[in-house]
C-alpha cells in the first residue's frame, strides 16, 4: 500500500519538476531519478511508521503494552520463542487482568490488539460480527490451504453460505452420522489391539503416537462424512517395524495421502511455521526452499483430488436426477447432499463447483485437525489423570450394564463425559488464535479500534483467566461444569470461546462433540491410557494447538 503509494507520488513528482524545468531531462523522467524520489518518499514514511506513529501518535498507544520489543519485530520474535502459541496472550492477560483490550506491536512494529474482556468478546463476536472481517495477513496465511468457502466469506455472502449450509450441521442431520462415528470408533480399538499386539515389552501394552492415531481417526470419519469415501489411513498404520517413533501412516506407493498433506501444512516445524507467518507480512512462498516446496505440493495434493471427486459427484448426481433414477435416501456424506441441493429450484441452485470446493477444503481442514487435537490432548490428560480416567470409566460402565447398546441420547446425557471434554476444550482450545480486522473506526468495550487494525481472539484467554474461572483455572477439574459449581461468569456464553460465538460459531459443532463422545465411550469402556511414554511439545508458530511428539501407552482393561 505504502510502496504504490509512494511509487504514484514519485511518478507525479518527476513531472511535476520536470515541467517546472527543476532538471534538464527531455521525454519520460529516467528510471534513476524517479527510484531517487521513490526512496526519497517511501523511506521516511516506513520510518515515520515503524519508529514513530505507533509511540508518539497513534490513539491506541495509551492501552496497556508489553515493553519487551525487538527493534522493527515488535513481539513477533518472542512468539516464535514461546512455548506455545497462546502463551504470551495468557501472561498479558494476567498482568492487565481489568484491561478490556491489549495492544501489542508486531513486525514492522504494527499495532495489533488483543480482546481480553468478556465484553469485547461479545461485542467482536456477536454484536459487531460483521463490522470486522477476517484480516488481510490471515487470508495471505491461509488461503491456499482453504480456497474460498465459507470461512473466508464476509457480509452478506457469508449469510448466504451460512443459510445454505446450516441444515446440513443442524442436530438432526449430524445425529444420522453416528454410525459413521462408531464404526470408525471401533477401527480405533482395532489400532490398540495392534499397537498391543506390535509392543515389545510382552506385558499386555502397547503405545501409539497420539497425533497419527486421531488425525487418521478424524480424516477417515470426515473422509466418510464430508466426501463419502474411505480414506484407510487408520488401516494403514502399523506398529511391526518402528518400536522408536510410533509408526507414521504407510503413503500409498510413496506418494501423497490426506494425513500427509495435512501434516505438511499444519506441523510444517519451526522453519515451515516461522514462513507461514511470515508470509502474512511480506511474501515469501515463492523462495526455492524445500519447505515451500512441500507446501505447495500438499496443497496442489488436495485441491486436485478434491476437484476429481467434486466433478465427479455433481455429474453422477445430478445426472442420475435427470434420469429419474436417484435415491435420495441413499446419500449420508455432505458433498452429495450439497449436489442434490444444487439442481434448479435447489436451496444451493447457482453455487460453483469453485465454491463447493472450497467449503469441502474447509471442512476437511476444519473438522479433521482440530478434533485430533483435542483427542490427543484428551488421551494426554486421562494418561497423567488416573483419577479422571476412573471416574469417566465408571460412568461409562455403568451406562453399558443398564443397556449394552446404549442410544447416543443416553450417551450425550452422560455429565462427567460431558465435563470432561469441555474441561479439554477449555485447557487446550484446539483453534488457539482467531483474527479479525476493524472495517471502519468502532470502539469495543469501550476503546477505540481504528479502520485496519487487527484484534487476536483467543479463548485461552477467557479460558484461562482466574477472574472468571477461579485461582484454579490452570488446573483439570471437570466437576467445575457442573450446574452446581458455575458461577454467573462462568455462564457467561463468552466465558467458553472453544467453537467461537455468534454468527460465525462453529457449523460442525454438533457434529464434533457426537465424534468425541463416541469415541471416548468406545475407548475409554476398553482401553486405560497407561502412561505418556513422550511428553506433548506445542507446534509453534502454529495456527492450532498441537501436542506434537506426545505418545502414550495403552492396555486392555479387564
Ligand atoms: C473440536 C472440534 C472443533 C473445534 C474446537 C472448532 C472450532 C472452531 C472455531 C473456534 C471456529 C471459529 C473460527 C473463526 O471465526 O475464525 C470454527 C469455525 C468453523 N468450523 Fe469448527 N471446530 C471444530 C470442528 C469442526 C468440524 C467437525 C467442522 C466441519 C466438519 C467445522 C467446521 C467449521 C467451519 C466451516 C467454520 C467457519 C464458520 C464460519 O465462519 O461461519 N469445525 N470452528
Known sequence: ??????????TLSAFTLRSVGAYDVNGWPSVSHLLALFTALYLPLKYYRIFFYPWYLSPLRHLPTP?????????????????SPVELYVKWMREWPDAPVIRYLTFGNTEVLVANSLES????????????????????????????????????????ARRMLTGTFNVPNSRKLIPVFQAKAK?????????????????????????DAFQSFTLDTFGVVNLGVELNHLRSITFDDDKIEGKKVKEKDGGWTFHKA??????????????????????????????NKDFADACAFLKATLKQLISERIQTVHTAIREGTYEKEKSRDLLTFICEEMVPGGPAEG????????????????GGDTSANTLSWSAYILSKHQHIQDKLRAEIQALYTNDPTPAYSSIDALPYLDAFIKEILRLYSPAATIHRQATKDLTIDGVLVTEGTVVDVVGAVTHLNPLIWGEDADMVRPERWFPENTTAKMQNLHAFQAFSNGPRICIGKVAAMIELKTLFVEIVLRYRFIKVETEPVFENPSLVLKPTRLRVRVRRVN
Not at 500500500?1 to 514519485?10: K, P, V, W, Y
Not at 520489543?69 to 512455548?83: M, T
Not at 460453483?352 to 477444503?361: A, I, Q
Open 67 to 83: 515493553t519487551n520489543n525487538f527493534l522493527f519485530f515488535g513481539q513477533a520474535i518472542n512468539f516464535v520463542r514461546a512455548s
Open 262 to 291: 495435512y501434516e505438511i501444512i499444519f506441523a510444517p516445524g519451526p522453519l515451515g511455521g516461522m514462513l507461514m507467518f511470515a508470509n502474512g507480512f511480506v511474501p515469501v512462498r515463492w523462495l526455492p526452499i524445500k519447505e
Open 187 to 211: 477401527e480405533v480399538s482395532a489400532l490398540f489391539e495392534r499397537a498391543i499386539a506390535g509392543g515389545n515389552d510382552g506385558d499386555g501394552t502397547g503405545v501409539f503416537t497420539a497425533l
Open 351 to 366: 453455487l460453483t463447483e469453485y465454491h463447493v470446493l472450497g467449503h469441502m477444503l474447509q471442512f476437511m481442514a476444519a
Open 121 to 160: 468478546f461479545r461485542e467482536l463476536l456477536q454484536t459487531k460480527c460483521y463490522e470486522f472481517c477476517k484480516p488481510d495477513r490471515w487470508h495471505r496465511i491461509v488461503g491456499e490451504i482453504i480456497g474460498k468457502g465459507v470461512i473466508n466469506m464476509e457480509g452478506d455472502e457469508h449469510r448466504a
Open 1 to 10: 500500500m505504502d510502496a504504490t503509494f509512494c511509487a504514484g507520488l514519485a
